[in-house]
């Protein structure tokens, strides 16, 4: 059973930034380009960001330019650096596989940008 655990959301104020971190089953995490959706509410999850096993990376354009995209296959890790965070990026953030994700997923990490 394929595992995913988000981490490193919390509260910031607008034109701030955090770093989110999902670790995953290493075999699976390998073989698989992975992605950052989020979900704010009332809303759709959505994907903003994916990035391939070779390090390939594409963004929603309303995150381009602001978010990173970025793994570790050592540590089967991926990262989504968020920089000039806006209200609107407040959302639950997950990880999974990209652009297809399996149905399953981890608890999220919740982001919140207000002043």
């Known amino acids: 059973q394929v595992q995913l655990v988000e981490s490193g959301g919390g509260l910031v104020q607008p034109g701030g930034s955090l770093r989110l971190s999902c670790a995953a089953s290493?075999?699976?995490?390998?073989?698989?380009?992975m992605g950052w959706y989020r979900q704010a509410p009332g809303k759709q999850r959505e994907l903003v960001a994916q990035?391939?096993?070779?390090?390939?990376?594409n963004y929603a354009d309303s995150v381009k330019g602001r978010f990173t995209i970025s793994r570790d296959n050592t540590e089967s890790t991926v990262f989504l650096r968020m920089n000039s965070l806006e209200p609107e990026d407040t959302a639950v953030y997950y990880c999974n596989k990209a652009p297809y994700p399996i149905n399953s997923w981890g608890q999220g990490t919740q982001v919140t940008v207000s002043s």
């Open positions: 990035i391939t096993t070779g390090g390939n990376a």
């Open positions: 290493r075999a699976w995490f390998n073989i698989n380009a």
